[in-house]
T-cell receptor, first 109, second 113 residues
Framework: QQPVQSPQAVILREGEDAVINCSSS?????VHWYRQKHGEAPVFLMI?????EQKGHEKISASFNEKKQQSSLYLTASQLSYSGTYFC??????????FGKGTSLLVTP | DAGVTQSPTHLIKTRGQHVTLRCSPI?????VSWYQQVLGQGPQFIFQ???????GRGNFPDRFSARQFPNYSSELNVNALLLGDSALYLC????????????FGPGTRLTVL
C-alpha cells in the first residue's frame, strides 16, 4: 500500500522548477504532501481531497488524478529553502497515511 | 496557536525495557496518530485515536500500545524494546477522524542500546 514516488532525488539551481510524482495502486481518499528537513519533523504543504478540494501552501501547487490514483507536486521558481525530502502520504482507509520513501530535493545557489 | 507537542525530545533505553512517549495535539484537534520513522524512510503508521477510541492500527506487534485521554492527549507505550525500535516517533493531530489536514509534532528520538 506504500505509494511510489519519483524521482528519488533531484538537484536544482535556484529559480528552476521541479515536479515530484506520487502514485498508488489503490483508490485514494486523499493525498497529503510534506517536506522534511534533516533532523526535523515533516511540515505540512498540501492536502488534495477527492472531488477536487485542495488546501495548502500558497506558493506550491499540486494535482490529484483520482482515476489514475496519482498526484504531482509542482515547485516553481525554487528557493534555497525548498531543499529537503518531500513525502507524499496517501489515505486509503480514511484514517491512516501511508508514506512513500521520499524524494530528496537539493536547491543550489 | 501552539502546535503539536511531544515529550521527551530524546530518550535512550536498553533492550527489554519499556518506554512511554507523550503527545499533546493542537487545541481543537480530536484525532491523534502515531508514526515511526527510521532513517531514510517515510513515516510508518502505528495507531490513530479519535475521541478516545482506536480507529486504526498499522502493522506493528502487540508490544506497541497507545491510548488517548479525555483532554485528547495521547501516550504511546512500547514494551520489551528491541534494537530495531530505534527511530523517530512522530505524533500527528487533526481536527477530524477522516481526511483532513494533519500536522506533525517535533518527534521523540528513541535510541535502544
Amino acid at each position: 500500500q506504500q505509494p511510489v514516488q519519483s524521482p528519488q532525488a533531484v538537484i536544482l539551481r535556484e529559480g528552476e522548477d521541479a515536479v515530484i510524482n506520487c502514485s498508488s495502486s489503490k483508490a485514494l481518499y486523499s493525498v497529503h504532501w510534506y517536506r522534511q528537513k534533516h533532523g526535523e519533523a515533516p511540515v505540512f504543504l498540501m492536502i488534495l481531497l477527492k472531488g477536487g478540494e485542495q488546501k495548502g501552501h500558497e506558493k506550491i501547487s499540486a494535482s490529484f488524478n483520482e482515476k489514475k490514483q496519482q498526484s504531482s507536486l509542482y515547485l516553481t521558481a525554487s528557493q534555497l529553502s525548498y531543499s529537503g525530502t518531500y513525502f507524499c502520504g496517501t489515505e486509503i482507509l480514511g484514517y491512516a497515511l501511508n508514506f512513500g520513501k521520499g524524494t530528496s530535493l537539493l536547491v543550489t545557489p | 496557536d501552539a502546535g503539536v507537542t511531544q515529550s521527551p525530545t530524546h530518550l535512550i533505553k536498553t533492550r527489554g525495557q519499556h518506554v512511554t512517549l507523550r503527545c499533546s495535539p493542537i487545541s481543537g484537534h480530536k484525532s491523534v496518530s502515531w508514526y515511526q520513522q527510521v532513517l531514510g524512510q517515510g513515516p510508518q503508521f502505528i495507531f490513530q485515536y479519535y475521541e478516545k477510541e482506536e480507529r486504526g492500527r498499522g502493522n506493528f506487534p502487540d508490544r506497541f500500545s497507545a491510548r488517548q485521554f479525555p483532554n485528547y492527549s495521547s501516550e504511546l507505550n512500547v514494551n520489551a524494546l528491541l534494537l530495531g525500535d530505534s527511530a523517530l516517533y512522530l505524533c500527528a493531530s487533526r481536527r477530524l477522524a477522516g481526511p483532513d489536514t494533519q500536522y506533525f509534532g517535533p518527534g521523540t528520538r528513541l535510541t535502544v542500546l
